[in-house]
């Protein structure tokens, strides 16, 4: 495709975005491992809790982990 016109975002840091994927990946890693050793312990249950307005940022928990999820979350 041909490049028609540059656009630039304004005091983007494109190598703290990179940074902050790959952390969020590391991340994902740890969750994954941290799940594994609940279930291996017998725990069929996890509850998250926070306190004013994290309930819109575990909706997004609650979507993916019924997307991916072997059971129905509430």
Do not use: C, H, P, S
Not at 3 to 20: A, C, H
Not at 23 to 37: C, I, N, P, S, Y
């Amino acid at each position: 495709m041909k490049q028609t016109e540059k656009v630039e975002i304004m005091n983007f840091d494109q190598e703290g975005y990179l940074e902050d994927g790959r952390a969020l990946v590391e991340t994902g890693k740890q969750m994954a491992a941290m799940a594994d050793r609940i279930a291996d312990e017998g725990y069929d249950a996890i509850f998250l809790m926070g306190v004013g307005g994290t309930w819109d940022e575990l909706m997004q928990l609650e979507y993916l982990m019924n997307k991916f999820g072997d059971r129905d979350l509430e």
